[in-house]
Structures are given as C-alpha cells and as structure tokens.
C-alpha cells in the first residue's frame, strides 16, 4: 500500500501562493497523479491532474493560477494568486498505473488545510 502525505497548506492572504507537495514512500513515476479540494459543506472537487508522461489538466476554476509538477517521488501544486473560494482542505489521488492517462485510483493522502483570507 503506497503511502502519500501531503503538506505545505497553511494560512495565506489573497493574491499571495503556496506550493503543496505529495510525498510517496516509494517511486510513483510511473503513475498519474491528482490533486482535490473539499471545502467546508462541499463535494470534494478535482483540481489537477499530471500523468507519467507530465501532461497537466486543470479545473477552469484553477487554470492559469495553479501549476502541477513532479519528479520520482514527489508532486507539487504550485498555487498562485490565491483566492479566498481556494479555502479547502487539498488531497493527493494516486492514479491507476502504467497508462498515460491519469484515472482516479484509491490511494489518498491526509490532506492538508489551505485557508485564503480576504
């Protein structure tokens, strides 16, 4: 069973950025990963995805602000100009393996608090 921790969330100001990263304890380059949001009283929501070959897909809501890399083992959004409908808490999704897609799969993270403030 992979595990993945998110971390990097925290308290920023609007219009300020943060980067999360989504730590593996083993290599999942070979597998697409994807970032989520759930915010207080709301549906968990996609906000980006990049698969093993590093093509990025973002939500509307987040493109042009928010930026997915990744190496070996970790991945990162890059979170610019944040805005205070960014508030949630983020999780990583370890996609299904060895295709060039990312699918949703059933390895999460913890998650880790973002909060914006007007």
């Known amino acids: 069973q992979v595990q993945l921790v998110e971390s990097g969330g925290g308290l920023v100001q609007a219009g300020g950025s943060l980067r999360l990263s989504c730590a593996a304890d083993r290599r999942i380059d070979y597998i697409g990963v994807g970032w989520y949001r759930q915010a207080p009283g709301k549906e968990r929501e996609f906000v980006a995805s990049i698969t093993r070959t590093r093509r990025t897909d973002y939500a509307e809501s987040v493109r042009d602000r928010f930026t997915n890399s990744r190496d070996n083992k970790m991945v990162y959004l890059q979170m610019n100009s944040l805005k205070a409908e960014d508030t949630a808490v983020y999780y990583c999704?370890?996609?299904?393996?060895?295709?060039?897609?990312?699918?949703?799969?059933?390895?999460w993270g913890q998650g880790t608090q973002v909060t914006v403030s007007s």
């Open positions: 999704n370890l996609g299904r393996a060895n295709i060039d897609q990312y699918i949703q799969g059933d390895h």
